[in-house]
């Protein structure tokens, strides 16, 4: 770039360069977590990962649990608008609910699963991380759960709605966690084909799950 343009280049405000700062840290702190995992990600790492200094770190974020969760957030924000824009191309015919189904598969094969991941099992043993992942994932949760209901359509005035959608969530969490492990996923296909089956049945004749005991 030539000098004229540099100097006609507008400078950027300490707003706009605080907000970089942290898009980078944020940036980095996901690639370690999803790279070398929750134990091995250092503060240290992540700033040089981001090109930045420790103390430009912590001047944005003093420890790893703030950094680590605030970076989750600003993942979890960016997962539910796809997953939205994604929602709203589907079908309005019978056809949507068997796409929304795979959705919220889907959205368990995302990155912010894996990362999440790494933070409960490290929390487990951490109160302070734990106590800020709760915070968080209760935050993220009903954020998810609202998204759901938006593009459920008329499925969701159902009174049993919000416990189909926490069966549907536990189930795909589950197929999930087992496919860290186990990559061959016929088994779990089958048993998902299967719960669309149980669940547009019900749906379709108007019956609910069994009352709590």
């Known amino acids: 770039m030539s000098q004229a343009a540099l100097a006609h280049r507008p400078r950027r405000s300490q707003e706009e360069r605080s907000a970089e700062t942290r898009q980078r840290l944020l940036d ?31 001047h944005h974020f003093p420890k790893k649990a703030d950094l680590v969760v605030s970076a989750m957030a ?12 994604r929602a709203e191309a589907l079908p309005s015919n019978g056809d949507r609910l068997d796409g929304l189904l795979d959705l919220i598969v889907e959205s368990f094969s995302e990155p912010i699963f894996h990362a999440a991941l790494e933070l ?11 106590a800020s992942v709760y915070a968080f994932e209760r935050s993220a949760g009903r954020g998810m759960q609202r998204l759901w209901r938006e593009v459920a359509g008329e499925a969701a005035s159902r ?33 998902f084909r299967l719960w669309k089956e149980m669940l547009a049945g019900m749906l379709r004749d108007g019956a609910a799950p069994p009352p709590k005991p």
């Open 159 to 191: 009174p049993d709605f919000e416990a189909l959608l926490e069966l549907t969530l536990h189930l795909a969490r589950g197929m999930a966690l087992q496919g860290v492990l186990r990559r061959d996923d016929r088994a779990r296909r089958r048993v």
């Open 28 to 58: 980095a702190t996901l690639a370690c977590l999803m790279d070398v995992g929750y134990a091995r990600t250092t503060t240290t790492l992540i700033a040089g990962r981001a090109g930045l200094s420790r103390g430009a770190q912590v």
């Open 74 to 85: 600003h993942l979890a924000t960016r997962t539910a608008e796809s997953l939205r824009r």
């Open 120 to 130: 409960w099992v490290a929390a487990r043993t951490d109160p302070e991380l734990h």
